[in-house]
T-cell receptor, first 111, second 116 residues
Framework: KNEVEQSPQNLTAQEGEFITINCSYSVGISALHWLQQHPGGGIVSLFM?????KKHGRLIATINIQEKHSSLHITASHPRDSAVYICAVRSYMDSNYQLIWGAGTKLIIKP | GAVVSQHPSWVICKSGTSVKIECRSL??????MFWYRQFPKQSLMLMATSNEGSKATYEQGVEKDKFLINHASLTLSTLTVTSAHPEDSSFYIC????????????FGPGTRLTVT
């Protein structure tokens, strides 16, 4: 079993739909990252969370430390949101702050 | 936010040659830099972690003599793929973080290496 699991693996939705991507992890963490990778490969860090909820534009990220679960929500989705969304956690045991990566969720938003 | 640049963004080289990829933190001092490799349709795989002024720590299965990492300053790390082979063709991404627990990890745009 992977230490970081994302669901769904693939998601296709219509423009305007509310999107939820889930991430569950099994290790103790000091932080969780949500990242976006576009088809060209470049990675953008969306959020770094250690508790609660963060919002940036149409993106919302939440984390429940007790349940070891995080969600990334996209409101009013748009075709430009199409990308791979990756959850990665930083184990509190690792002083080098290495990340443990989820496999990613490929999101396609159709116009 | 903080910016990390990589150069070149893509490179094609012949088998047997060496290729150097640069990773720079543009507006912060990166005490730690990470090098990742990503094969098509796969997740990123950490290759090595380097702290400024120290030797890099390589992940299991990554040949340190083949993938030479130098982190000589707080703003620059280089990855040199020596004697490249077609199986080294991949997307290489660096990331950098500053000092302190609150610092995020910032990612470079990646370098696509094709070895012919």
């Amino acid at each position: 079993k992977n230490e970081v699991e994302q669901s769904p693996q693939n998601l296709t939705a219509q423009e305007g739909e509310f999107i939820t991507i889930n991430c569950s992890y099994s290790v103790g963490i000091s932080a969780l990252h949500w990242l976006q990778q576009h088809p060209g490969g470049g990675i953008v860090s969306l959020f770094m969370l250690s508790s609660g909820k963060k919002k940036h534009g149409r993106l919302i990220a939440t984390i429940n430390i007790q349940e070891k679960h995080s969600s990334l929500h996209i409101t009013a989705s748009h075709p430009r949101d199409s990308a791979v969304y990756i959850c990665a956690v930083r184990s509190y045991m690792d002083s080098n702050y290495q990340l443990i990566w989820g496999a990613g969720t490929k999101l396609i938003i159709k116009p | 936010g903080a910016v990390v640049s990589q150069h070149p963004s893509w490179v094609i080289c012949k088998s047997g040659t060496s290729v150097k990829i640069e990773c720079r933190s543009l507006d912060f001092q990166a005490t730690t830099m990470f090098w990742y490799r990503q094969f098509p349709k796969q997740s990123l795989m950490l290759m090595a972690t380097s702290n400024e002024g120290s030797k890099a720590t390589y992940e299991q299965g990554v040949e340190k003599d083949k993938f030479l990492i130098n982190h000589a300053s707080l703003t620059l790390s280089t990855l040199t793929v020596t004697s490249a082979h077609p199986e080294d063709s991949s997307f290489y991404i660096c990331s950098a973080r500053g000092q302190g627990d609150s610092y995020e990890q910032y990612f470079g745009p990646g370098t696509r290496l094709t070895v012919t």
